[in-house]
């Protein structure tokens, strides 16, 4: 059990140091990190113009957490059906609206942009060679934002009462480093 365990813990780690924020550029044109002197000059993301996301399955916590961060709503872990314990966006009221996540995979979040239906994907691997050539044939240039895993995500393994989970947390320089492909892609 301890080493299927650990075995599981160094895929997940490797797989969080794979994680790469991917957007979408104007073919030929190289996109620069946006950087704000102050608030003031800092765009304002809303529900309204937030981009649409999109990701593979082991970033929606993070994708959860960056909604959360951005439209200052709280994030709340809940048991799914299926078994499984998800953090999921909360509005603090009832006025409040929030984007919905959509975490379809990484190879249907690649598609997903390609396709112009989502504006911004976390995944946890470059694209596939026939990904590339998708984009490429569709005219869609991706600009690919590396994310390292040793600054950006925390994950730790919780033994609870109910059994074993994984606890991601996410650093406030990645949640900064989103802000700014977020406004650029808004």
Not at 46 to 58: I, Y
Not at 63 to 91: H, K, N, T
Request: aromatic share 6%; net charge negative; glycine share 4%.
């Amino acid at each position: 059990m301890c080493e299927s365990l650990y075995t599981l813990r160094d895929r997940l780690f490797c797989l969080f140091f794979a994680i790469l924020m991917v957007g979408c550029a104007q073919a030929g044109k190289e996109s620069a990190p946006t950087q704000w002197v102050d608030e003031a000059t800092r765009p304002q993301i809303t529900a309204e113009n937030f981009p649409r996301l999109d990701g593979s399955t082991s970033a929606e916590p993070i994708l959860a957490q960056i909604v959360c961060e951005f439209l200052q709503a709280s994030c709340e872990w809940y048991d799914w059906i299926d078994g499984e314990r998800r953090l999921v966006p909360v509005a603090k009221s009832m006025e409040m609206q929030l984007p919905t996540l959509n975490v379809s995979g990484t190879h249907e979040a690649y598609l997903s942009l390609i396709a112009g239906e989502s504006d911004l994907i976390l995944v946890a691997r470059v694209p596939s060679a026939d990904e590339r050539a998708l984009a490429q044939n569709s005219l869609v240039a991706l600009d690919i934002q590396p994310i390292p895993r040793s600054k950006s995500v925390k994950s730790t393994l919780v033994k609870s009462p109910t059994g074993i989970r994984w606890e991601v947390r996410i650093s406030r320089s990645m949640l900064t480093s989103a802000s700014q492909t977020l406004a650029a892609a808004s």
